[in-house]
């Protein structure tokens, strides 16, 4: 039977079901391949916090959204046009983010009595107008996954681990993909096991031959490519572009790469792909607790390196006496903290902004550090370039804010050309003068000399010095001279990172203001709201600390500032603060990143309609 080709614009689709049921990795080989097809793309995975949640249960639920289109992607998508439901669980967590129209495709064979009562159904959905409105197809994915492997020497229980593959060929064939990136992995990831890569190439298959011979399946959808700048791409996720991000400022500032990390959720993965990269002399480091992961990468700056530590809100808490070591002792040092939920353990598989304030001032006594933030997954790659140049050129401490939402998000990644990116000089002491460790050039930085450099020796340490010489003085006057120092040395940074850029109208009615991964629904937010008539500009801020020398005349020039932040208005705080203006708060703390369609409600109460 011939099939109706519709063409689209853009999609949306969630593929959800157990942990076990392997919907990340359906999920990233649909990204992967959806990106070599050309599209643009952003994603989401949704992850339990439950290592091993039972099965079937609703706290046991993993989900991948991806939104993909042929023109530009900001967000992950607001609500998926089609859910693949690998049971009842799935559906009922999920239900509520679709579209009314939404097409869901369940696999009927989780539906049974077990399932339904583990997901607290009292009735079969399948059964009763709980889903009217929505296009329901039902697929037996269990039944014909083990009809596709009959033969296959494989254990019953790796048979099932196969439905996500028949699950992932038919999204193939709905959306038009091809299969050959997913068919390539499969033989690479499973080269070992020939076994599991005739069962996993049968499943796929027959997945996507069924969409093309079932009956229930009358339509198929075609997304053109998107119109992307020239060059090569790779898809990529937040915490992989940071990773590269300070392989590429290694090699930049020729200076040897020292990772010192204790794993957390969700920046271990950072750790996981620079110790990938050893052939670019990078040393990494898998400490055995979050103080001797900061403490082994300032014994590494210390001695020459650029010197790295990962961690989120938890662990960035921990660090915090590790990091005034580091400001006292004056030593480049970049910390990644990958915000997740908090306070404590929180929610470690979610996102937040919630380290905002700890970033700028949570530690004892006057301890100023450079703060910034990436605001996509590809820039963190910049960003991570962009803290290891500040933290070498002025000799202190610098945190990069990511989030959870960005670190396992993915997107498109133009790969940049070596020669474009920026340099990282590293200044040898070449003076003529007696040599002193708080000797300071123009941006007030000492000098970085190794420890046995002859007729270099010298001493620092976590006790106050006196300028120049570096002995420990407690002086009064020395103290008050030496705190307003190396906060002026983090203030001299405004006049080396850019002015803050406001996108559209330079000034009027109102201005959204945002930091960090707030960047991509607020852009969508507005061009939505502006499409509608309304006049509204943008701003996002990555640097933090110090803001940008021209923030607070950018403020001015609008009559009203809205902020939208995932904590309870700790840029909102800042802002009110130091430039003594009042900002309208706009704050959700759930787990997960904005959607655009809240902001853009948000924008619409505010200007109250078209204001054009």
């Avoid at 110790?275 to 900061?294: C, L, M, P, W």
């Amino acid at each position: 039977m011939a099939k109706e080709v519709k063409r689209l614009t853009d999609v949306t689709v969630r593929f959800a079901g157990d942990s076990g049921d392997g919907m990340q990795l359906t999920g990233t080989q649909f990204s992967d391949t959806t990106a070599l097809f050309g599209n643009d793309l952003s994603t989401l995975p949704d992850y339990p916090a439950e290592i091993r949640a039972p099965a079937g249960t609703l706290y046991g639920v993993s989900g991948y959204q991806l939104h993909f289109s042929s023109s530009d992607v900001h967000t992950p998508g607001d609500h998926p046009d089609l859910l693949v439901a690998m049971n009842p669980a799935a559906l009922k967590i999920n239900l509520k983010d679709l579209k009314p129209d939404a097409t869901i495709i369940v696999n009927t064979d989780a539906f049974d009595l077990k399932n339904l009562k583990l997901a607290n159904y009292e009735n079969n959905p399948l059964e009763d107008d709980s889903l009217k409105g929505y296009d329901v197809i039902g697929v037996p994915i269990t039944n014909l996954t083990v009809k596709a492997l009959e033969g296959c020497p494989l254990s019953n229980k790796e048979v099932m681990r196969c439905k996500n593959f028949f699950a992932l060929g038919m999204m193939y064939w709905l959306y038009d993909r091809p299969l050959d990136a997913t068919l390539n992995w499969i033989q690479d990831k499973f080269s070992k096991k020939p076994e599991l890569v005739s069962a996993n190439t049968k499943a796929l298959k027959a997945g996507y031959f069924y969409g093309e011979t079932t009956e229930i399946f009358t339509t198929r959808y075609h997304v053109e490519p998107a119109v992307l700048e020239k060059g090569i791409y790779k898809s990529i996720s937040g915490n992989e572009a940071t990773a590269i991000g300070f392989v590429a400022a290694s090699v930049k500032s020729g200076l040897p790469l020292f990772l010192g990390s204790y794993p957390i959720t969700p920046a271990s993965d950072i750790l996981h792909e620079l110790s990938r990269h050893k052939n670019f002399g990078v040393k990494t480091y898998q400490a055995e607790d979050e103080i001797a992961g900061i403490t082994s990468a300032i014994g590494a700056s210390f001695a020459g390196s650029l010197a790295i530590t990962t961690t989120s809100g938890p662990g960035l808490a921990l660090k915090t006496e590790a990091i005034g070591l580091a400001i006292m002792t004056e030593l480049p040092l970049v910390i990644v903290d990958v915000q997740r939920g908090g306070p404590s353990t929180g929610l470690p598989t979610k996102t937040e902004q919630g380290d905002l304030l700890q970033a700028v001032h949570g530690r004892n006594g006057e301890a100023p550090v450079i703060v910034v933030a990436a605001i996509s997954p590809s820039d963190c790659f910049d960003m991570a370039i962009e803290a290891s140049r500040l933290a070498v050129k002025y000799m202190t401490p610098v945190i990069l804010l990511t989030d959870g939402y960005l670190a396992n998000g993915s997107e498109p990644w133009k790969i940049s050309d070596v020669s474009q990116l920026p340099e990282i000089p590293v200044k040898k002491w070449a003076g003529n003068e007696e040599f002193h460790p708080y000797l300071r050039d123009e941006n007030l930085a000492r000098p970085w000399v190794k420890p046995g450099t002859a007729g270099l020796e010298h001493r620092i340490g976590g006790l106050e010095k006196n300028n120049i010489y570096g002995n420990v003085n407690y002086e009064p006057e020395n103290h008050d001279f030496m705190v307003k120092l190396r906060n002026q040395k983090i203030q001299n940074a405004e006049i080396d990172i850019p002015d803050l850029q406001v996108i559209h109208e330079q000034e009027g009615e109102l201005l959204v203001l945002g930091w960090g991964s707030t960047h991509g629904a607020i852009t969508e937010a507005v061009t939505r709201c502006r499409n509608n008539g309304l006049k509204v500009s943008h701003a996002q801020l990555k640097y933090l600390n110090p803001f940008p020398k021209n923030t607070g005349e950018v403020l001015k020039r609008f009559k009203k500032i809205l902020i939208p932040e995932i904590n309870l208005g700790q840029l909102a705080m800042l802002i009110r603060s130091k430039y003594l203006i009042d900002v309208l708060q706009f704050n959700k703390v759930r787990g997960l990143p904005f959607k655009a369609a809240e902001i853009e409600d948000e924008i619409e109460k505010i200007l109250g309609g078209n204001n054009g």
